[in-house]
């Protein structure tokens, strides 16, 4: 009703546009000049950690503090010497809103990065997309989506993925099975079934993030063959950098993030290891692997060596994703 209103009276008074235009553009103006003259107030809390998760996406994060990102925030904690506090929400539809948003928690652990929704700190990992299929059944030795013998398969992807792009890419959606991505997984896990399905042979292969893969891969039965796509050519992007999430407009406290993360980057990178992770080079120009945990850097932000000093081109070792 009110846009309605404006609206009338712009339109029979051209002049009046103008002169409101002109004071609204004045005072946005003012109102920026002020808004950077003013530091805003810090919202996090500081006698402790408060961590907005998910309380049942494994690998990432439990109730039972098992996922890597629980310790990961464990890490971040022992730096601040605060405990760690949870506020549980599905990482789905609305997390962020009722979570971070509300001011219930002032960090998300995991967060892929360049979504404005929430300010990102510097990355925490760098992964990318997997393929999965049973030992034995013909695809043993395929390391791109490219491979012929993927012709004609059944290929398991989560809808609206970057495995859905590449499949289509390759002409491949003939024989796809989709699987849901946005759940509450405390009633739906999407990745286990495809697993599970991969298992029972109602589908030949599949496609996960990396991360997704290499746990749920080992659970509930034999091991899937997990193949890190480290090799694809398409022009699709599978690789990410996932990062932490802070309220936007709480640069302070992404700062002092930062600052952990380049201290603690070792122990960020064996836990993410550990947890069979296929890690790569912090480089969007390579796919190479990283297989052990990089050096933390100093007080004053320098290396004691590059980041890829750690890293080996990986290809496809015809195994399941072990930690390095």
Same mark, same amino acid.
């Given at each position: 009703?009110?846009k309605?209103?404006?609206?009338?009276?712009?339109?029979?008074?051209?002049?009046?546009?103008?002169?409101?235009?002109g004071?609204?553009s004045?005072s946005?103006?003012?109102?920026?000049?002020?808004?950077?003259?003013?530091?805003?107030?810090?919202?996090?809390?500081?006698?402790?950690?408060?961590?907005?998760?998910?309380?049942?996406?494994?690998?990432?994060s439990?109730?039972?503090?098992?996922?890597f990102?629980?310790?990961?925030?464990?890490?971040?904690?022992?730096?601040?010497?605060a405990?760690?506090?949870?506020?549980?929400?599905?990482?789905?539809?609305?997390?962020?809103?009722?979570?971070?948003?509300?001011?219930?928690?002032?960090?998300?652990?995991?967060w892929?990065?360049?979504?404005?929704?929430?300010?990102?700190?510097?990355?925490?990992?760098?992964s990318?997309?997997?393929?999965?299929?049973?030992?034995?059944?013909?695809?043993?030795?395929?390391?791109?989506?490219?491979?012929?013998?993927?012709?004609?398969?059944?290929?398991?992807?989560?809808?609206?993925?970057?495995?859905?792009?590449l499949?289509?890419?390759?002409?491949?959606?003939?024989?796809?099975?989709?699987y849901?991505?946005?759940?509450? =997984?405390?009633?739906?896990?999407?990745?286990k079934?495809?697993?599970? +399905? $991969?298992?029972?042979?109602?589908? #030949? /292969? @599949?496609?996960?993030?990396?991360?997704?893969?290499?746990?749920?891969?080992?659970q509930?039965?034999?091991n899937?063959?997990?193949?890190?796509?480290?090799?694809?050519?398409?022009?699709?992007?599978?690789?990410?950098?996932?990062?932490?999430?802070?309220r936007?407009?709480d640069?302070?406290?992404? =700062?002092?993030?930062?600052?952990?993360?380049?201290k603690?980057?070792? +122990? $960020?990178?064996k836990?993410?290891? #550990? /947890? @069979?992770?296929?890690l790569?080079?912090?480089?969007?120009?390579s796919?190479?692997?990283v297989?052990?945990?990089?050096p933390?850097?100093?007080?004053?932000?320098?290396e004691?060596?590059s980041?890829?000093?750690?890293?080996t081109?990986?290809?496809?070792?015809?195994?399941?994703?072990?930690?390095?």
């Amino acid at each position: 009703m009110r846009k309605q209103a404006l609206r009338n009276v712009f339109s029979t008074a051209p002049i009046m546009v103008l002169a409101i235009a002109g004071i609204l553009s004045g005072s946005a103006l003012a109102s920026r000049v002020d808004a950077a003259e003013v530091p805003r107030a810090d919202l996090v809390t500081r006698k402790e950690l408060r961590v907005c998760a998910d309380p049942a996406d494994m690998p990432f994060s439990d109730r039972k503090g098992e996922g890597f990102e629980n310790k990961i925030a464990d890490i971040i904690g022992d730096e601040l010497k605060a405990p760690v506090k949870y506020t549980w929400y599905p990482k789905s539809m609305g997390f962020i809103r009722m979570t971070l948003a509300a001011k219930r928690c002032d960090l998300v652990i995991g967060w892929g990065q360049g979504d404005d929704i929430v300010l990102n700190t510097n990355a925490i990992y760098r992964s990318t997309s997997a393929l999965l299929y049973k030992k034995g059944t013909g695809l043993d030795g395929v390391d791109t989506i490219a491979d012929p013998r993927l012709k004609g398969k059944r290929i398991g992807v989560e809808q609206n993925s970057p495995g859905g792009n590449l499949v289509a890419y390759y002409g491949l959606m003939g024989n796809v099975h989709g699987y849901p991505m946005n759940v509450d =997984r405390r009633y739906s896990n999407p990745a286990k079934d495809m697993i599970d +399905d $991969i298992r029972k042979g109602d589908i #030949d /292969a @599949g496609i996960l993030w990396g991360p997704i893969a290499a746990y749920w891969a080992k659970q509930g039965g034999d091991n899937i063959v997990v193949v890190p796509l480290v090799k694809e050519k398409a022009p699709i992007k599978i690789a990410f950098r996932i990062t932490m999430g802070v309220r936007n407009g709480d640069d302070a406290w992404k =700062r002092q993030l930062n600052q952990i993360i380049r201290k603690r980057r070792s +122990d $960020i990178d064996k836990v993410l290891l #550990d /947890a @069979g992770v296929p890690l790569l080079v912090d480089d969007d120009t390579s796919m190479e692997m990283v297989t052990k945990p990089r050096p933390s850097q100093g007080s004053f932000g320098a290396e004691s060596s590059s980041p890829a000093a750690a890293a080996t081109t990986s290809g496809q070792s015809g195994a399941p994703a072990k930690t390095p």
